[in-house]
């Protein structure tokens, strides 16, 4: 009876313990293709060719550095989209992606890359004072401006960020999201997070190690 009591304490500890650290939910993580992200599983060898991924892009950081597409090769990376004077969902974003950033700032493999949606306003020097407020290390997380209409287009119909699926958009209409979005190493996406939810962002990150 001793040793079945003992047993069963031994197997509580180990339940609580995933409970309260999220793991892998699966061996290979889903691949995503368009905005209601449902799931295609695939295995790593076996993703079409012709399957969505984002797509060459050329931006500004915080430092002045033009930044494309073949920066993040062979990189792991989080986006978002925010902007540097707004009051409301954007500093518990930039907060939650700080938590990223300090869990992956010692892996040069894990990028994270916020595209201002204001970049009219969100010059190089906004965002380098904006990138020193918040913590920011300049060789982990990349603050980014350029052309509007290449980061909207990027944010709606790249990466997926906004949930109003059935409206459609004008180009002047705001993008405003807080969504997080998972690209690996191939540019395809992985998944997407609120990033205003910890248990969400928590999830994110163990989904980076998944794969890694």
Not at 74 to 101: E, R, S, W
């Given at each position: 009876?001793?040793?079945?009591?003992?047993?069963?304490?031994?197997?509580?500890?180990?339940?609580?313990?995933?409970?309260?650290?999220?793991?892998?939910?699966?061996?290979?993580?889903?691949?995503?293709?368009?905005?209601?992200?449902?799931?295609?599983?695939?295995?790593?060898?076996?993703?079409?060719?012709?399957?969505?991924?984002?797509?060459?892009?050329?931006?500004?950081?915080?430092?002045?550095?033009?930044?494309?597409?073949?920066?993040?090769?062979?990189?792991?990376?989080?986006?978002?989209?925010?902007?540097?004077?707004?009051?409301?969902?954007?500093?518990?974003?930039?907060?939650?992606?700080?938590?990223?950033?300090?869990?992956?700032?010692?892996?040069?493999?894990?990028?994270?890359?916020?595209?201002?949606?204001?970049p009219e306003l969100d010059s190089v020097p906004v965002l380098k004072e904006?990138?020193?407020?918040?913590?920011?290390?300049?060789?982990?997380?990349?603050?980014?401006?350029?052309?509007?209409?290449?980061?909207?287009?990027?944010?709606?119909?790249?990466?997926?960020?906004?949930?109003?699926?059935?409206?459609?958009?004008?180009?002047?209409?705001?993008?405003?999201?807080?969504?997080?979005?998972?690209?690996?190493?191939?540019?395809?996406?992985?998944?997407?997070?609120?990033?205003?939810?910890?248990?969400?962002?928590?999830?994110?990150?163990?989904?980076?190690?998944?794969?890694?």
């Amino acid at each position: 009876m001793t040793k079945v009591l003992l047993a069963f304490i031994s197997l509580s500890l180990i339940s609580c313990q995933n409970k309260s650290q999220p793991g892998s939910r699966t061996e290979f993580l889903p691949y995503y293709k368009e905005a209601t992200f449902t799931p295609n599983w695939y295995h790593p060898d076996s993703v079409p060719a012709d399957f969505h991924k984002i797509p060459s892009f050329s931006l500004i950081n915080q430092n002045g550095k033009r930044l494309t597409e073949k920066d993040f090769k062979g990189k792991i990376y989080v986006a978002d989209f925010f902007f540097t004077t707004c009051p409301g969902i954007c500093p518990k974003m930039t907060a939650n992606m700080g938590l990223v950033q300090e869990s992956f700032k010692n892996d040069p493999e894990i990028l994270l890359l916020s595209h201002s949606v204001t970049p009219e306003l969100d010059s190089v020097p906004v965002l380098k004072e904006y990138a020193a407020e918040k913590g920011v290390l300049d060789d982990k997380w990349h603050l980014v401006t350029g052309e509007r209409d290449l980061i909207y287009t990027l944010g709606r119909y790249y990466y997926f960020v906004e949930e109003d699926l059935g409206l459609l958009r004008e180009n002047d209409d705001f993008l405003h999201t807080e969504n997080f979005v998972l690209i690996d190493r191939n540019r395809y996406i992985r998944g997407i997070y609120n990033g205003l939810n910890k248990t969400s962002v928590n999830q994110l990150i163990a989904d980076i190690k998944t794969l890694k």
